[in-house]
T-cell receptor, first 117, second 111 residues
């Protein structure tokens, strides 16, 4: 099992540029989560999908952030335009989301370290 | 000006000693709890979980204790090793599939 795969691992861009982060969840998992981690605010949930449908996006900072999940094996988080304060590590996680046992263990990818100059 | 970041509590232990990491959770309706370990440069990794109908669960070298009365969770690591050095997060589940993460505790193991 390859686990949750995120790309790129590192991204350096200039303010104003568009940034797209990618995630491939674990096969068979129904739920996908995007988090942001910074020293200032710790680990913050940005958005959560269940069966490819966005369920809760209340953590998305502002309209510059958008996330999509076109199919069960792929999701993107886009920032347009990017700003220096967006610099952080972005994690994607997936979970089985089975209702029978409510197994909500989230499995995290290695993250994308974003630096906006 | 000076930036103010999260001040992670730090626990420093001698190799071979037992470690106890504590966590206070916020929602009395939470019914499922998880401990994660995050090593430098990596994503959080699942360690152990516990349901609210239990007060103790043991894994390999780790034990989680749950006290619902005071909304307190602890992670005990036996015979702590250098490889246990990491930041440890507790997480609670109280709505759907979402988890709410604590601020984390840094464990430093002295050789």
């Amino acid at each position: 099992d390859a686990g949750v795969i995120q790309s790129p691992r590192h991204e350096v861009t200039e303010m104003g540029q568009e940034v797209t982060l990618r995630c491939k969840p674990i096969s068979g998992h129904n739920s996908l989560f995007w988090y942001r981690q910074t020293m200032m605010r710790g680990l913050e949930l940005l958005i959560y999908f269940n069966n490819n449908v966005p369920i809760d996006d209340s953590g998305m900072p502002e309209d510059r952030f958008s996330a999509k999940m076109p199919n069960a094996s792929f999701s993107t988080l886009k920032i347009q335009p990017s700003e220096p304060r967006d610099s952080a590590v972005y994690f994607c996680a997936s979970s089985p989301g089975t209702l029978v046992q409510a197994k909500n263990i989230q499995y995290f990818g290695a993250g994308t370290r974003l630096s906006v100059l | 000006g000076e930036s103010v970041g999260l001040h992670l509590p730090t626990l420093s232990v001698q190799e071979g000693d037992n470690s106890i990491i504590n966590c206070a959770y916020s929602n009395s309706a939470s019914d499922y709890f998880i401990w994660y370990k995050q090593e430098s440069g990596k994503g959080p990794q699942f360690i152990i979980d516990i349901r609210s109908n239990m007060d103790k669960r043991q894994g390999q070298r780790v034990t989680v204790l749950l006290n619902k009365t005071v909304k307190h969770l602890s992670l005990q690591i036996a015979a702590t090793q250098p490889g246990d050095s990491a930041v440890y997060f507790c997480a609670e589940n109280n709505a759907g599939n979402m988890l709410t993460f604590g601020g984390g505790t840094r464990l430093m193991v002295k050789p």
